[in-house]
């Protein structure tokens, strides 16, 4: 865990409260990025604690929801906290997601928490899971609403971002969903390979081979003609270091007139 803090470039907290939590969690979106580069690689997404945690500092790589809050949860506890998994199904366009379409993390410190380092755009430091009115953060303007099911609407800046359940889960519950993410059509991530991280000044992220810089509201996009360009920009940008680029699906390809 002291090669996990200094892979985020962290102290080891005196102890367990919110301000130590809410520094984790913002060390952890500015140097972890959020991607999805194992699905294009043919490398097996593997939900085991010890896999987790040596693909973020062993390999030094990133991952999505599963693999970012499933490892950041192993070094949470570690240093004390009380850590539940929680599953979510996410909006996109007003429509609900699968079940266990997200992991986000339930922590105590002493209040409870909504932790979430692996959503891409989302809240930088943790929300409170108790309140119910508006929320402030860098990210946006967030609110958790209770539906008559029981689970909570988590928006920003007004619009639905993920359904929360309340029930604890463990990771295994996960692996179905996290499965069908990998290999269906219908998923997202299987489209073309996304590597994303918080900035200071904003956001990088590179799709493919579209890079994108924003800083406010102003957006820079380079195109990378080639694949040392492309391998390049993951090593200088994102700290990812790879032997061969991402695999573009076929259709993608197909889009791109190549």
């Known amino acids: 865990m002291d090669e996990y803090l200094k892979r985020i ?8 409260d919110s301000g130590s939590l809410r520094e984790l969690q913002l060390r952890h979106l500015l140097t972890v990025p959020f991607e999805n580069l194992s699905i294009h690689l043919g490398e097996p997404v593997v939900l085991d604690d010890g896999a987790l945690v040596d693909k973020v500092v062993g390999r030094r790589r990133g991952g999505f929801c599963y693999e970012l809050n499933g490892a950041f949860a192993v070094l949470l506890r570690t240093l004390g906290h009380e850590v539940t998994l929680l599953s979510a199904r996410v909006f996109a366009d007003g429509v609900l997601g699968p079940p266990f379409d997200h992991m986000a993390l339930r922590v105590n410190a002493p209040d409870p928490w909504l932790v979430d380092v692996g959503f891409g755009r ?19 303007v967030f609110r958790l609403t209770e539906t008559e099911e029981g689970d ?3 928006l920003r800046d007004g619009v639905p971002q993920y359904r929360l359940e309340r029930r604890p889960r463990v990771l295994a519950d996960f692996e179905a969903t996290c499965w069908w993410q990998q290999t269906s059509p219908k998923s997202h991530f299987t489209r073309s390979p996304v590597c994303t991280i918080l900035t200071e000044e904003g956001r990088l992220t590179l799709t493919d081979r579209l890079l994108v810089r924003t800083v406010g509201d102003a957006r820079e996009e380079r195109n990378l003609a080639t694949d040392a360009e ?8 994102f700290g990812i270091e790879l032997t061969r680029p991402p695999a573009t699906p076929p259709r993608q390809r197909e889009r791109a007139g190549e």
């Open 9 to 16: 470039g962290a102290a080891r907290p005196a102890s367990p």
């Open 122 to 140: 989302f809240a930088h430091h943790p929300l409170r899971l108790d309140l119910r009115t508006d929320q402030l953060d860098p990210g946006g």
């Open 152 to 154: 909570l609407d988590v």
């Open 230 to 237: 492309t391998l390049a920009a993951y090593r200088d940008h």
